[in-house]
């Protein structure tokens, strides 16, 4: 098991390919930081409206280490165990959120212009759950790349999925409260806004549990019954 992990955690981004994919996804914070700061009012110009813009559109991206991991699983010569894989997808996500948590207050201090009267209120709270978002997402990745086989088909479901349930609650007024419980997006916003307290923490570790945690283990189910020989 720990040759497993150790082996997945070097292919997370142990590839040319994959480490262009880091590199255009923190481009992609860096960018989205720069322009929040430079365009938005100075109210606005605080760490967690430039970690909830960069962070967000980077987690887009972050699932898609976990969809690669899986399929190098699929395509390894022996029958290998899952959880090796799913737990591999933290390395690239930690990376992403730290390194994103390291733009936004970089792209705050050095803003030539007014910023907010507080502009690293809620720092602390905000770089924790930047973190927290990115793993979400990479478990989101493994978990549906264990469910789909085709790597584009998982990866527009890891979109597609979260934001389709986030719209379709969000369009009801009696299912509005349960946004944060059930959605991804809905404890991201609570992660990223600085604001927590026991009931929202709550709820993140609700949508861990359906996303990272039941996502995989359903996932890991019906990956070793398609391997399963016919017959047993």
Do not use: K, Y
């Not at 959880?83 to 390291?102: I, N, R």
């Not at 907010?116 to 790349?145: H, K, N």
Request: aromatic fraction near 6%.
């Amino acid at each position: 098991m720990d040759a497993t992990f150790r082996d997945a955690l070097r292919r997370s981004l142990g590839t040319r390919a994959r480490r262009w994919l880091l590199v255009g996804t923190l481009a992609a914070g860096l960018l989205t930081a720069v322009a929040l700061a430079a365009a938005a009012a100075p109210a606005d110009r605080t760490f967690v409206d430039l970690s909830g813009a960069a962070q967000s559109l980077m987690s887009v991206a972050t699932p898609l280490f976990g969809v690669l991991l899986v399929r190098d699983l699929r395509r390894a010569p022996v029958r290998v165990p899952v959880l090796p894989t799913v737990l591999a997808v933290v390395l690239p996500a930690v990376v992403v959120g730290v390194v994103g948590v390291l733009i936004c207050a970089a792209t705050l201090a050095l803003t030539p212009d007014d910023v907010a009267d507080e502009p690293w209120r809620f720092a602390g709270t905000v770089a924790v759950g930047s973190v927290l978002v990115q793993i979400g997402a990479g478990l989101v990745g493994t978990g549906l790349g264990l469910l789909l086989r085709s790597v584009v088909v998982a990866f527009l479901a890891t979109i597609v999925l979260p934001l389709g349930l986030f719209a379709l609650l969000g369009a009801v007024d009696a299912l509005r409260p349960a946004l944060p419980w059930l959605t991804p997006l809905g404890s991201a916003r609570n992660l990223l806004s600085g604001e927590m307290s026991v009931l929202r923490w709550a709820q993140w570790l609700c949508v861990l549990l359906i996303w990272g945690v039941g996502l995989n283990a359903v996932g890991a189910a019906v990956l070793n019954r398609r391997d399963r020989p016919a017959g047993h």
